[in-house]
């Protein structure tokens, strides 16, 4: 199994959850963060002062896959968060030794 943690853009949540559902991953996990990388931030106005906004607001979505299915995931995502602009986002990819459905006992492929 693979760990899949993407960070992308808030305006296109939606779009990569309804990529994915259609390609049957069946859960995810979103979290607000805030982070920089190439896009570098930008300034911003505020009472007649300049700041410099370092950390911008971005989307991490974490899914668990089987390796079967990790490349079809990956293209999911990456063709539904493009923009093409600088800040589009990454993706991390991880090993996942193994799974247990807290409810029901079960571990492996079968939990996800």
Do not use: C, N, W
């Amino acid at each position: 199994m693979k760990k899949v943690e993407a960070i992308i853009r808030h305006h296109k949540l939606e779009e990569v959850k309804k990529a994915l559902t259609e390609h049957g991953v069946t859960g995810m996990t979103i979290t607000e963060v805030r982070g920089f990388g190439r896009q570098k931030g930008h300034t911003e106005m505020y009472r007649g002062t300049e700041y410099t906004v370092d950390f911008l607001p971005k989307i991490k979505m974490e899914v668990v896959v089987a390796e079967s299915k990790l490349q079809v995931v990956l293209d999911t995502i990456v063709r539904a968060a493009k923009t093409g602009q600088v800040g589009d986002g990454k993706i991390f990819v991880s090993d996942l030794p193994d799974v247990v459905r807290i409810r029901t006992g079960e571990s492996g492929e079968s939990a996800v």
